[in-house]
Protein backbone atom coordinates (compact mmCIF):
# COMPACT_ATOMS: atom_id res chain seq x y z
CA UNK A 1 0.00 0.00 0.00
CA UNK A 2 1.31 3.12 -1.41
CA UNK A 3 1.50 6.37 1.50
CA UNK A 4 3.31 9.17 1.89
CA UNK A 5 2.88 10.58 5.44
CA UNK A 6 3.85 14.00 6.52
CA UNK A 7 3.92 15.25 10.48
CA UNK A 8 5.35 17.63 12.46
CA UNK A 9 3.07 20.41 11.81
CA UNK A 10 1.44 22.51 15.01
CA UNK A 11 1.33 25.96 16.51
CA UNK A 12 4.61 28.41 16.71
CA UNK A 13 5.54 31.55 17.18
CA UNK A 14 6.60 34.00 14.65
CA UNK A 15 10.64 33.82 14.80
CA UNK A 16 10.35 29.82 15.90
CA UNK A 17 11.38 26.63 13.97
CA UNK A 18 9.16 23.30 12.73
CA UNK A 19 10.90 20.21 11.49
CA UNK A 20 8.32 18.69 9.12
CA UNK A 21 8.47 15.13 7.48
CA UNK A 22 7.33 13.15 5.01
CA UNK A 23 7.84 9.23 5.45
CA UNK A 24 6.89 7.08 2.09
CA UNK A 25 6.15 3.18 2.06
CA UNK A 26 5.09 1.02 -0.55
CA UNK A 27 7.51 2.39 -3.41
CA UNK A 28 10.91 2.73 -4.17
CA UNK A 29 11.54 6.05 -2.31
CA UNK A 30 14.97 6.92 -3.47
CA UNK A 31 13.52 6.79 -7.44
CA UNK A 32 11.29 9.59 -6.55
CA UNK A 33 11.67 13.99 -6.39
CA UNK A 34 10.06 14.79 -3.25
CA UNK A 35 8.42 18.44 -2.94
CA UNK A 36 6.58 20.13 -0.46
CA UNK A 37 3.85 22.35 -1.25
CA UNK A 38 1.93 24.68 1.03
CA UNK A 39 -2.03 25.84 0.50
CA UNK A 40 -3.29 28.30 2.89
CA UNK A 41 -7.51 29.44 3.00
CA UNK A 42 -8.17 30.76 -0.16
CA UNK A 43 -5.26 30.79 -1.99
CA UNK A 44 -3.64 28.17 -4.83
CA UNK A 45 -1.61 25.23 -3.59
CA UNK A 46 2.23 26.64 -4.52
CA UNK A 47 5.43 24.76 -4.23
CA UNK A 48 7.53 25.35 -1.15
CA UNK A 49 10.55 23.31 -1.97
CA UNK A 50 12.02 20.39 -4.19
CA UNK A 51 14.79 17.74 -3.49
CA UNK A 52 16.27 15.32 -6.40
CA UNK A 53 16.45 11.45 -5.54
CA UNK A 54 19.34 11.47 -4.83
CA UNK A 55 19.16 14.31 -2.79
CA UNK A 56 22.02 16.10 -4.99
CA UNK A 57 20.20 19.16 -5.75
CA UNK A 58 17.09 21.23 -4.29
CA UNK A 59 15.00 24.06 -5.35
CA UNK A 60 13.19 26.57 -2.95
CA UNK A 61 10.54 29.50 -3.50
CA UNK A 62 11.71 33.09 -3.15
CA UNK A 63 9.62 33.68 -0.31
CA UNK A 64 11.40 30.98 1.67
CA UNK A 65 14.96 30.35 0.56
CA UNK A 66 17.65 30.98 3.53
CA UNK A 67 15.20 30.60 6.14
CA UNK A 68 13.77 26.84 4.91
CA UNK A 69 16.12 23.75 3.97
CA UNK A 70 14.84 20.52 2.37
CA UNK A 71 16.53 17.55 2.71
CA UNK A 72 16.01 13.37 2.44
CA UNK A 73 16.87 10.20 3.83
CA UNK A 74 16.86 7.91 1.06
CA UNK A 75 17.49 5.30 3.99
CA UNK A 76 14.92 5.93 5.90
CA UNK A 77 12.42 6.78 3.01
CA UNK A 78 12.08 10.39 4.72
CA UNK A 79 12.08 13.97 3.21
CA UNK A 80 12.02 16.85 5.91
CA UNK A 81 11.46 20.75 5.77
CA UNK A 82 13.73 22.48 8.26
CA UNK A 83 11.35 25.60 8.98
CA UNK A 84 13.29 28.22 10.40
CA UNK A 85 12.42 32.49 11.42
CA UNK A 86 8.85 31.52 10.90
CA UNK A 87 6.05 34.53 9.65
CA UNK A 88 2.22 34.16 10.27
CA UNK A 89 2.00 34.24 5.94
CA UNK A 90 3.87 31.04 6.61
CA UNK A 91 0.44 29.56 8.19
CA UNK A 92 -1.02 26.89 5.63
CA UNK A 93 -1.50 23.15 5.59
CA UNK A 94 2.14 21.78 3.82
CA UNK A 95 1.79 18.96 1.47
CA UNK A 96 4.57 16.34 0.14
CA UNK A 97 4.30 15.09 -3.53
CA UNK A 98 6.47 12.39 -5.04
CA UNK A 99 6.88 12.12 -8.41
CA UNK A 100 9.05 9.20 -10.26
CA UNK A 101 12.19 9.77 -12.32
CA UNK A 102 10.06 8.33 -14.97
CA UNK A 103 8.35 9.07 -18.32
CA UNK A 104 5.12 7.86 -16.22
CA UNK A 105 6.13 10.24 -13.62
CA UNK A 106 3.73 8.53 -11.29
CA UNK A 107 2.64 10.38 -8.68
CA UNK A 108 2.11 10.23 -4.72
CA UNK A 109 0.32 13.18 -2.48
CA UNK A 110 0.32 13.31 1.44
CA UNK A 111 -2.91 14.21 3.33
CA UNK A 112 -1.03 17.02 4.88
CA UNK A 113 -0.31 18.59 8.19
CA UNK A 114 -1.31 21.89 9.45
CA UNK A 115 1.33 24.76 10.28
CA UNK A 116 0.32 27.84 11.97
CA UNK A 117 2.86 30.64 12.98
CA UNK A 118 0.37 33.11 15.57
CA UNK A 119 1.61 34.85 18.82
Known amino acids: QVQLVESGGGLVQPGGSLRLSCAAS????????VSWYRQAPGKERELVAA????????NYAGSVKGRFTISRDNAKNTVYLQMNSLKPEDTAVYYC????????????WGQGTQVTVSS
Open 26 to 33: GFTFSNYA
Open 51 to 58: ITTSGGRT
Open 97 to 108: KAVAATILGTTY
